[in-house]
């Protein structure tokens, strides 16, 4: 059974870091792409970044471009969010999951149109003004 983690939220003044990490068990990291995503209050869930294992081709969000690294721990199947320059807009509880590999189409196609599941309970980020 696939089956994923997440952690490392937590609250942060504006400008600071964050770690976040999706611990998988239950599947190989050559099987899927894992994805980033995040809810706010009264929002729909938004893509933020995802990693594919095809090229390890990583993908991003415009609102997250510059700021987020996505990178996996192919040993360990977790896959990290390295968020640096946080923004009060980037709180909202943080989920992963798994959809399939994927390469040559854009972050936008790839985190509006591929279908992700096996999501893990989410993780809270709040950014403080």
């Known amino acids: 059974e696939v089956r994923l983690a997440e952690s490392g939220g937590g609250l942060v003044q504006a400008g600071g870091s964050l770690r976040l990490s999706c611990e998988g068990s239950g599947f190989s990291y050559d099987e899927y792409s894992i994805a980033w995503f995040r809810q706010a209050p009264g929002k729909e869930r938004e893509g933020v970044a995802c990693?594919?294992?095809?090229?390890?081709?990583?993908y991003y969000d415009d609102s997250v471009l510059g700021r987020f690294t996505i990178s996996s721990d192919k040993a360990k199947t977790t896959v990290y969010l390295q968020m640096n320059n946080l923004k009060p807009e980037d709180t909202a509880v943080y989920y992963c999951?798994?959809?399939?590999?994927?390469?040559?189409?854009?972050?936008?196609?790839?985190?509006?149109?591929?279908?992700?599941?096996?999501w893990g309970q989410g993780t809270q980020v709040t950014v403080s003004s």
């Open positions: 999951g798994t959809g399939p590999p994927f390469m040559g189409i854009t972050a936008d196609q790839a985190l509006r149109y591929i279908q992700f599941e096996h």
């Open positions: 990693i594919s294992p095809l090229n390890d081709g990583t």
